[in-house]
T-cell receptor, first 113, second 114 residues
Framework: EDQVTQSPEALRLQEGESSSLNCSYT??????LFWYRQDPGKGPEFLFT???AGEEKEKERLKATLTKKESFLHITAPKPEDSATYLC??????????????FGSGTQLTVLP | DGGITQSPKYLFRKEGQNVTLSCEQN?????MYWYRQDPGQGLRLIYY???????QKGDIAEGYSVSREKKESFPLTVTSAQKNPTAFYLC?????????????FGSGTRLTVV
């Protein structure tokens, strides 16, 4: 069974205190790993897609990396506006036009001023 | 701007009542999805549809029904058979042949049983 586990469940940082979020997965046939940001009461917003081990993507203070078993979302010098829940998802099947994603339960990040 | 519109934003259901959540997209995406989100849990797939007049059950389809009569629309009905419907419901769509973005999500509907 495909599984995606995110840790920690919640993380509180001081503004400027860098850290990393983890997404570990056990799937057969990874076709892509996705990171999303979700603000309270809103739908997830796309951040990154990673396809192969060793790949890295960056966007402002965020950097995502991928190994064969896990992905990290590194947050450098975070600001309060980075506070959100960060979701990881893996794509393991492509059936016709449907691309099925399996989601982790998310890491709730709070950045204190 | 293209996107996915979910309505209503908040919905209250009485015991034994069926309610329908709306999802409309103008992205010209073929595939559409319904997910349920509960606190502390990941998104769980309810139903998905690849083309008009076709849909497939996801992991937690019991107590839900869908239709796909138009490419743009994928409404979800929460029936009285769903015993614990209070949750945040998310609709999404995806582009065939372009996996880079995974899904595009709507802003969600929060359903509460009263």
């Amino acid at each position: 069974e495909d599984q995606v586990t995110q840790s920690p469940e919640a993380l509180r940082l001081q503004e400027g205190e860098s850290s990393s979020l983890n997404c570990s997965y056990t799937v057969s046939g990874l076709r892509g790993l996705f990171w999303y940001r979700q603000d309270p009461g809103k739908g997830p917003e796309f951040l990154f897609t990673l396809y192969s081990a060793g790949e890295e993507k960056e966007k402002e203070r965020l950097k995502a990396t991928l190994t064969k078993k896990e992905s990290f979302l590194h947050i450098t010098a975070p600001k309060p506006e980075d506070s959100a829940t960060y979701l990881c998802a893996v794509q393991v099947r492509v059936s016709g036009s449907a691309r099925q994603l399996t989601f982790g339960s998310g890491t709730q990040l709070t950045v204190l001023p | 701007d293209g996107g996915i519109t979910q309505s209503p934003k908040y919905l209250f259901r009485k015991e034994g009542q069926n309610v329908t959540l709306s999802c409309e997209q103008n992205l010209n995406h073929d595939a559409m999805y319904w997910y349920r989100q509960d606190p502390g849990q990941g998104l769980r797939l309810i139903y998905y549809s690849q083309i008009v007049n076709d849909f497939q059950k996801g992991d937690i389809a019991e107590g839900y029904s869908v239709s796909r009569e138009k490419k743009e629309s994928f409404p979800l009905t929460v029936t009285s058979a769903q015993k614990n419907p209070t949750a945040f419901y998310l609709c999404a769509s995806s582009v065939p042949g372009r996996a880079n973005y995974g899904y595009t999500f709507g802003s969600g509907t929060r359903l509460t049983v009263v």
